[in-house]
């Protein structure tokens, strides 16, 4: 009896002390209340639990069956795992259901456990909520963590609980190598009216600066859409925007290498070549040119919202033979109305025969119609009468043709001096079909674009007959102005490209040159490094430039520069209006051999 009394004795003594050494592996009913609300609010399968070693199981067991049962009433399914064993998770490794991890904190070896196994992990993938159950002293780390322990980045989406507290906040990083974890007050909580936020929804509404962050660049020589001008400043389409964008954001870039090409994949020495390179080795951030779109890109590389849309075209050197065709003459008109006009001068003399025959006059039947044809023709031809007739019937008759020829006439002028001034190319093919089955051209496109990729790469046999037209990779021109200079010094090159970069450098092409449209498209956009943490940031701004119609103001002024360069009107070249000389030519020499047959004739 003496030993069952001391053993009483010293249960009830030691007591306080075992309940205090594990009171803070409890999680007790607001702990409980407070996650059901959280998992309620975000409504995302599965919830994952996450624990330390140091837990005893059967504890463990027993909160976890009240968390699982809590949950499960809402319809939310569970699972748990220890911290060191969450590379284990299925959600995790395969990354097919964004899952949500519940990371419970309850001491010093969880928090250095948590933080070794975060090191390894892409921690912008799941949604993450940490509750720290215990009061942490020397350092505070719910409050005061010390540098970025959990390894956070900046798209990283974090809650944390301290203890008891009603405050919820959210921790991200700007920089993975900082030493600095940003702390901002996301939502207040109380059993009375559950979670109320107290900041935006948008996860980039919230987190709109960089506070000065400096991003790696790698430029393009050459670059149409982005370059520096002479004041020093950002300029072209792409270079306004970002000057923009670093002003929203508050980051800035520093350009740590420049290179010739947008980047290939190289199979001779498996590597990516130019700004790809760059970015996929990790020597930089972002690139701010305008790249094409390719599957073989979005697999190494993250692309920002599609700024650029323009049209890919053909374009050849402007052909020696630049003329007005034969038939053009006759294009103003359709062939109805050229019918009607021809039964016009062919049917009216005939009836004016019967209109003139009740005149009573010794002319014949035949004289009378050769008379109408030429008085017609004439009139047709802007020519006076002789004789006007006075009777009523045949004035009203000529008056309705001189006024009918007078508006043909009219309508024939204005619709010529259109064909004349645009003028007709006369050109070896109309379609990338009519330019491989012509076979007499080499074609060109701008090296170490997504064009020459797709050419190498593609199975469709219209553009591997195209490919073999190619000319060899080592003489495709370093930049854009280079190629079209090279189409002006080769009258049997082509070039293709987008109708965009020629407008860049077009008032620097030093030959006329015509552009054949092939019917596709190609959208531009800026790249950044795969998984790169703020391109969802960078992308929502861009997103609201382009809905407010900034992006289509600073195409205006890009357009406004460029037109007051331009000479709005071309004059036109003697080739232009050859054949018509051609037709006054042979009215000349026609008419003045009826000249001299006519004085022959009356002479004798």
Same mark, same amino acid.
């Given at each position: 009896?003496?030993?069952?009394?001391?053993?009483?004795?010293?249960?009830?003594?030691?007591?306080?002390?075992?309940?205090?050494?594990?009171?803070?592996?409890?999680?007790?009913?607001?702990?409980?209340?407070?996650?059901?609300?959280?998992?309620? &609010?975000?409504?995302?399968?599965?919830?994952?639990?996450?624990?330390?070693?140091?837990?005893?199981?059967?504890?463990?067991?027993?909160?976890?069956?009240?968390?699982?049962?809590?949950?499960?009433?809402?319809?939310?399914?569970?699972?748990?795992?220890?911290?060191?064993?969450?590379?284990?998770?299925?959600?995790?490794?395969?990354?097919?259901?964004?899952?949500?991890?519940?990371?419970?904190?309850?001491?010093?070896?969880?928090?250095?456990?948590?933080?070794?196994?975060?090191?390894?992990?892409?921690?912008?993938?799941?949604?993450?909520?940490?509750?720290?159950?215990?009061?942490?002293?020397?350092?505070?780390?719910?409050?005061?963590?010390?540098?970025?322990?959990?390894?956070?980045?900046?798209?990283?989406?974090?809650?944390?609980?301290?203890?008891?507290?009603?405050?919820?906040?959210?921790?991200?990083?700007?920089?993975?190598?900082?030493?600095?974890?940003?702390? %901002?007050?996301?939502?207040?909580?109380?059993?009375?009216?559950?979670?109320?936020?107290?900041?935006?929804?948008?996860?980039?509404?919230?987190?709109?600066?960089?506070?000065?962050?400096?991003?790696?660049?790698?430029?393009?020589?050459?670059?149409?859409?982005?370059?520096?001008?002479?004041?020093?400043?950002?300029?072209?389409?792409?270079?306004?925007?970002?000057? %923009?964008?670093?002003?929203?954001?508050?980051?800035?870039?520093?350009?740590?290498?420049?290179?010739?090409?947008?980047?290939?994949?190289?199979?001779?020495?498996?590597?990516?070549?130019?700004?790809?390179?760059?970015?996929?080795?990790?020597?930089?951030?972002?690139?701010?040119?305008?790249?094409?779109?390719?599957?073989?890109?979005?697999?190494?590389?993250?692309?920002?919202?599609?700024? &650029?849309?323009?049209?890919?075209?053909?374009?050849?050197?402007?052909?020696?033979?630049?003329?007005?065709?034969?038939?053009?003459?006759?294009?103003?008109?359709?062939?109805?109305?050229?019918?009607?006009?021809?039964?016009?001068?062919?049917?009216?003399?005939?009836?004016?025969?019967?209109?003139?025959?009740?005149?009573?006059?010794?002319?014949?039947?035949?004289?009378?119609?050769?008379?109408?044809?030429?008085?017609?023709?004439?009139?047709?031809?802007?020519?006076?009468?002789?004789?006007?007739?006075?009777?009523?019937?045949?004035?009203?008759?000529?008056?309705?043709?001189?006024?009918?020829?007078?508006?043909?006439?009219?309508?024939?002028?204005?619709?010529?001096?259109?064909?004349?001034?645009?003028?007709?190319?006369?050109?070896?093919?109309?379609?990338?079909?009519?330019?491989?089955?012509?076979?007499?051209?080499?074609?060109?496109?701008?090296?170490?674009?997504? %064009?020459?990729?797709?050419?190498?790469?593609?199975?469709?046999?219209?553009?591997?007959?195209?490919?073999?037209?190619?000319?060899?990779?080592?003489?495709?021109?370093?930049?854009?102005?280079?190629?079209?200079?090279?189409?002006?010094?080769?009258?049997?090159?082509?070039?293709?490209?987008?109708?965009?970069?020629?407008?860049?450098?077009?008032?620097?092409?030093?030959?006329?040159?015509?552009?054949?449209?092939?019917?596709?498209?190609?959208?531009?956009?800026?790249?950044?490094?795969?998984?790169?943490?703020?391109?969802?940031?960078?992308?929502?701004?861009?997103?609201?430039?382009?809905?407010?119609?900034?992006?289509?103001?600073?195409?205006?002024?890009?357009?406004?520069?460029?037109?007051?360069?331009?000479?709005?009107?071309?004059?036109?070249?003697?080739?232009?209006?050859?054949?018509?000389?051609?037709?006054?030519?042979?009215?000349?020499?026609?008419?003045?051999?009826?000249?001299?047959? %006519?004085?022959?004739?009356?002479?004798?």
């Amino acid at each position: 009896m003496f030993f069952v009394r001391l053993k009483i004795l010293l249960f009830i003594f030691f007591l306080p002390r075992i309940v205090i050494s594990y009171e803070f592996f409890s999680i007790g009913n607001e702990h409980v209340n407070f996650i059901v609300d959280i998992c309620k &609010l975000y409504r995302t399968k599965p919830i994952i639990f996450l624990y330390g070693q140091s837990i005893k199981e059967m504890e463990m067991k027993t909160t976890m069956f009240k968390l699982t049962r809590a949950l499960s009433r809402e319809g939310l399914s569970t699972t748990s795992f220890y911290l060191s064993e969450l590379h284990k998770s299925f959600y995790h490794a395969n990354r097919i259901v964004r899952p949500y991890y519940i990371a419970i904190i309850s001491n010093d070896n969880d928090i250095n456990e948590f933080s070794l196994v975060t090191s390894t992990l892409d921690m912008s993938f799941p949604m993450w909520l940490v509750l720290f159950i215990y009061n942490g002293h020397d350092p505070d780390y719910c409050h005061n963590p010390p540098g970025n322990i959990f390894h956070l980045r900046f798209d990283s989406e974090m809650l944390v609980r301290c203890n008891t507290e009603n405050i919820l906040r959210e921790w991200y990083s700007i920089d993975i190598d900082s030493n600095r974890t940003e702390i %901002e007050d996301l939502a207040t909580w109380s059993i009375e009216k559950g979670i109320t936020k107290i900041a935006s929804d948008s996860l980039y509404e919230r987190r709109y600066n960089l506070k000065g962050f400096t991003m790696r660049a790698v430029s393009i020589k050459s670059s149409p859409t982005i370059y520096m001008n002479r004041l020093g400043e950002l300029d072209g389409l792409l270079g306004r925007m970002l000057r %923009e964008l670093c002003v929203t954001l508050n980051f800035s870039f520093k350009v740590v290498s420049e290179v010739d090409s947008y980047g290939l994949w190289d199979p001779k020495e498996n590597i990516w070549t130019g700004a790809i390179g760059e970015l996929y080795s990790g020597r930089a951030d972002v690139s701010f040119s305008a790249f094409s779109m390719t599957k073989a890109r979005l697999n190494v590389v993250d692309f920002t919202f599609p700024l &650029l849309a323009s049209k890919i075209s053909l374009y050849i050197r402007e052909p020696e033979l630049f003329a007005f065709k034969w038939s053009s003459y006759f294009l103003t008109f359709s062939k109805s109305v050229w019918i009607a006009i021809f039964a016009v001068l062919i049917v009216v003399p005939i009836l004016l025969i019967f209109l003139k025959m009740k005149d009573k006059n010794d002319r014949s039947m035949a004289q009378l119609l050769s008379d109408n044809f030429v008085d017609i023709w004439g009139i047709f031809c802007q020519q006076g009468l002789a004789d006007f007739p006075n009777r009523s019937s045949l004035r009203i008759a000529y008056f309705s043709i001189i006024l009918l020829a007078t508006i043909l006439s009219a309508a024939y002028s204005a619709s010529f001096i259109s064909f004349l001034t645009a003028g007709i190319h006369i050109l070896p093919f109309h379609s990338l079909e009519g330019f491989v089955e012509d076979g007499t051209y080499k074609l060109s496109v701008y090296r170490g674009t997504a %064009e020459y990729e797709m050419f190498a790469n593609s199975n469709d046999p219209l553009e591997k007959k195209m490919m073999k037209l190619m000319l060899d990779e080592e003489e495709l021109s370093a930049n854009i102005l280079e190629g079209f200079i090279k189409i002006c010094e080769d009258p049997k090159l082509a070039l293709y490209s987008s109708d965009l970069l020629r407008d860049a450098v077009f008032l620097e092409i030093p030959c006329k040159i015509v552009r054949l449209e092939t019917g596709r498209v190609d959208r531009l956009a800026m790249v950044l490094s795969k998984d790169n943490p703020f391109t969802g940031v960078i992308n929502f701004q861009l997103l609201k430039f382009i809905n407010s119609g900034m992006n289509n103001r600073m195409k205006d002024l890009s357009s406004e520069r460029k037109s007051s360069d331009m000479i709005q009107h071309q004059p036109i070249g003697i080739n232009s209006v050859i054949s018509l000389i051609f037709f006054i030519l042979i009215g000349i020499i026609l008419s003045i051999f009826i000249l001299f047959i %006519e004085k022959y004739l009356f002479d004798s």
